[in-house]
């Protein structure tokens, strides 16, 4: 190869293709937050709430992640006015606006998240839904789904398989991994908290995605994963809670 301008072009070429290489390797930006708590956990310390006093052990959510929301980064209460604010902060959630639902998503999120037996999903549309750029509806039919793909995935077999039991991060995070991809356990955030018992038990789960998750193309849970950036894990090991006080 003679022509020294086509030996720098080609050059150059392969740097700007190994920059992008080393820029998917290190991940995207995480611009919003699956949270998906482990309800048993939560309700150790929050007895009192409907969601937990009628709580089984044949329940769906006793075995399964539940949907606590999906969060915008470093956004909430948009357009929200100051006394709808105030009255959220307050926590009597069932005393806010009801949220408008088609019937097929109101029965998908009462399934997927307990809370809403206390208002929660009131909380969370007036919190983060609203700067979402969504409707209602399509805001909750996506957090619904994205916290379905993780009920179908190893990580909920998982922690099925093990209640009662200690789970480590590094169990997690391979679990994550064989789910959504290489890294997808580099992208979760997992919290503890001492229960009644003093075991620490895991609480929640909170998952980074990409810009994609509220853009109504119906990105996968995987996609979303791999778009994110890395965090650090959190908590390294917790007993998985099982229903009851």
């Keep these: 190869m003679s022509n020294p301008f086509l030996r720098t072009a080609l050059f150059l070429i392969a740097i700007t293709a190994a920059g992008t290489a080393g820029a998917q390797d ?42 606590h929301g999906l969060w915008p980064m470093r956004k909430d209460y948009c357009d929200v006015s100051g006394t709808l604010r105030t009255a959220d902060k307050e926590g009597d959630w069932k005393k806010l606006p009801e949220v408008e639902l088609s019937a097929e998503t109101k029965v998908a999120l009462e399934k997927a998240m307990p809370g809403t037996q206390s208002g929660l999903e009131r909380h969370e549309w007036i919190k983060h839904g609203t700067c979402t750029k969504m409707s209602a509806d399509d805001y909750f039919a996506t957090s619904v789904r994205l916290i379905d793909e993780l009920n179908a995935s190893p990580v909920r077999d998982l922690f099925a398989a093990n209640v009662g039991k200690s789970l480590t991060a590094e169990a997690i995070k391979a679990a994550f991994d064989k789910s959504f991809g290489p890294g997808a356990g580099d992208r979760v955030k997992m919290s503890c908290r001492r229960a009644g018992g003093g075991d620490r038990v895991i609480n929640e789960l909170t998952i980074g995605l990409s810009e994609d998750a ?16 890395r965090t650090s894990f959190g908590c390294d090991q917790g007993v998985v809670d099982a229903a009851g006080f």
């Design 214 to 229: 509220t853009s109504n193309d119906g990105a996968s849970l995987r996609d979303l994963i791999q778009g994110a950036g």
């Design 26 to 67: 290190a991940g995207g930006r995480t611009r919003f937050i699956l949270a998906a708590s482990w309800q048993p956990a939560f309700c150790e310390t929050n007895q009192r709430k409907p969601e937990c006093s009628s709580q089984t052990k044949d329940r769906f959510d006793a075995t399964n992640f539940s949907l």
